[in-house]
């Protein structure tokens, strides 16, 4: 699924945050986007979520503007941050509770879970009554990835995933997505400050710096060396 961005921008009282002329994204990429604190990365995600309103411009993933149709929300799973989960909710009671708003049977959820059952580590699914909200933040993230990967998604936004994680899981994300975007053409984007992560797992790689685009590039053996010269070169030491 394309997701497309033009002439978006967002101010907050006379600051620009965000401006983006031009972006394309094409199905089936992983997207990786990059920038220190306040350079915008999340200020994008939430304007292709349509969680804030743009001052200019527009989102769009295929054919539908964010801000002007729900249709796109029935093939997107998303997972910001913590104010996605439900956390008076046991974990598998989340997890069906989606599977219902996105018309997924009860017994596929299931399967999913079991699927995943290495991501989650034992100390998610399966503890007898304890609600979200009691379990460790690493745990809460996997709960929001997890819902985010459960709902048949053509397009995944997930902002700092890999937050909270402990190795295992981090590598084991890596190989949940990549899977996912090789079986069924899944456009991923997400956000990360780790380049190691970033370089690994994306095919392309956009840096905001600012809120403007300053480096588009496509990953290959020499991203990673490239992404640490380029922000070693922004200190003053």
């Known amino acids: 699924m394309e997701i497309k961005a033009l002439q978006l921008k967002k101010n907050y009282k006379d600051h620009t945050v965000l401006h983006i ?25 939430r304007l292709a979520l349509d969680l ?25 799973g998303s997972f910001l941050d913590q104010s996605f989960l439900l956390d008076f909710m046991k974990p598998e009671e989340y997890f069906y509770f989606l599977g219902e708003l996105y018309d997924i049977r009860k017994q596929e959820i299931e399967d999913k879970i079991h699927r995943i059952q290495q991501f989650f580590g034992g100390e998610v699914v399966g503890l007898k009554g304890k609600l979200i909200r009691s379990l460790s933040t690493g745990n809460k993230q996997k709960c929001g990835i997890a819902g985010a990967l459960f709902v048949n998604p053509k397009v995944v936004i997930l902002d700092e995933p890999f937050n909270s994680l402990d190795p295992s899981s981090q590598i084991l994300l890596k190989l949940l ?25 994306c095919q392309r790689v956009v840096i905001l710096e600012k809120g403007l685009i300053v480096k588009d590039m496509e990953a290959n053996e020499n991203t990673l060396e490239e992404l640490k010269s380029y922000f070693y070169q922004s200190i003053s030491l």
């Open 21 to 45: 002329p031009e972006l394309t994204i094409p199905g089936g990429q992983i997207f990786g986007l990059l920038g220190n604190n306040g350079a915008g990365k999340t200020t994008f995600l």
């Open 52 to 76: 804030i309103k743009a001052d200019e411009g527009y989102v769009t993933m295929g054919t539908n503007k964010v801000n002007e149709s729900e249709e796109w929300k029935k093939y997107t």
């Open 177 to 201: 997505l990549k899977d996912m975007n090789q079986k069924y053409g899944t456009t991923i984007i997400v956000s990360s400050h780790d380049l190691n992560h970033v370089s690994e797992l």
